[in-house]
């Protein structure tokens, strides 16, 4: 393998890693979103709320880890 396509190679695996953290943190990002309005519309509606607080606290851990 020439240098050449040893930094293309190189380049290539940062854009696609760089690509899936772009997409795992938008995916976390709506699952938190989603989660949240579940929360407050379950709480206006006086239904109950087990667990999704701990939820959204775990998806927030998962988007800054």
Known sequence: MSSDEA??????????QNINHFVRKNTLLQVKSRLEYLLNEREKAALPIN????????????IDG
């Open 7 to 16: 930094y293309m190679y190189r380049d290539q695996v940062r854009e696609l």
């Open 51 to 62: 667990g999704l607080r701990q939820a959204i606290e775990i998806v927030k851990v998962m």
